[in-house]
């Protein structure tokens, strides 16, 4: 999970243009009658084009590109309908259509073995907050000023699962030093966040474990035939063609439009700690004094 830049006053063109209309009476209908009613007007073309650019046609939650064998999905970060840690509340249907409630999700994060309606708290949790405002003329419109989710009343249930539009997902998470390829929180958000939504699951572990697994190897032939080939004075010249271009291909990987940039910047990072100890320690003082070299670092 990455930082997702998104400007909640820059609205995609539907709540501008003729749908504009149609999406104020339909939050009017759900806040008179203070529950959702179907609409699917929160994921028409503009809405989901304009999260699938801004998410970079990643999951925002597991950063997954899977539109080659499904689609992603419109999800509401705050459950429209109803809420699986509070039976009595009637799910935040004001918030169906609010773009800051908007984020882009896969099937398997979005669904019901996972996020689905979770959205535990350690605040006080809101309730029936209209949106519908009147004019001093009596007219009525859509104020949004309450309804953003980095602002209060929302901002104040102190929500437990990150958003990626508005908290910083290296605060709340990194990746296990004991079991590699498998994420930690680093805080109680960040642990809520990834039992919630089984972001270590069997198939991301195994996914983050394959890719890294083929660096591992590659370096490990190359550290094992410049050992028997050659001395101690001709090390950093080979070491410089051969793994650098290993360096390389990682850092290429910290890349927002790839998949599990997250992951990447995480090994980038943390290299000495997450990736030294996947070598033997006969390799390991070899490979850290590379990196920092290709780092820059005097050593």
Not at 209 to 232: G, P, T
């Amino acid at each position: 999970m990455i930082k997702i830049e998104k400007d909640f006053d820059q609205l995609p063109r539907t709540y501008h243009t003729r749908g504009k209309n149609a999406i104020y009476k339909t939050v009017k209908k759900h806040v008179q009658n203070r529950k959702y009613e179907k609409t699917s007007r929160y994921s028409n073309d503009s809405i989901k084009n304009k999260l699938e650019e801004l998410y970079h046609n990643k999951c925002g939650f597991c950063e997954s590109k899977i539109k080659h064998v499904a689609s992603l999905q419109v999800e509401h970060f705050r459950p429209k309908s109803e809420v699986k840690e509070s039976s009595s509340h009637p799910g935040y249907y004001w918030l169906a259509l609010e773009w800051s409630n908007l984020l882009l999700a896969c099937p398997a994060c979005n669904g019901g073995g996972a996020k689905g309606i979770h959205f535990p708290i350690a605040g006080t949790r809101v309730l029936n907050e209209s949106p519908i405002a009147t004019k001093p003329n009596g007219e009525e419109y859509w104020d949004r000023s309450r309804s953003k989710a980095d602002q209060s009343p929302l901002k104040d249930e102190k929500a437990l699962l990150i958003h990626p539009e508005i908290d910083n997902p290296s605060e709340h998470l990194t990746f296990s030093l004991t079991h590699f390829c498998e994420l930690e929180g680093i805080t109680p958000k960040g642990e809520t966040t990834k039992d919630v939504i089984k972001l270590n699951r069997d198939e991301l572990v195994k996914t983050r474990q394959e890719w890294i697994n083929k660096w591992i190897d590659n370096m490990n032939a190359i550290f094992l035939l410049l050992l028997r080939k050659i001395d101690d004075s001709d090390f950093i010249d080979e070491l410089e063609e051969l793994v650098f271009k290993q360096f390389n291909k990682l850092k290429a990987m910290d890349d927002v439009k790839k998949e599990y940039t997250f992951w990447h910047q995480q090994l980038i990072l943390n290299f000495e700690t997450l990736l030294l100890p996947q070598f033997t320690p006969k390799l390991q003082d070899l490979i850290k004094f590379a990196w920092q070299k290709h780092q820059g670092i005097t050593v």
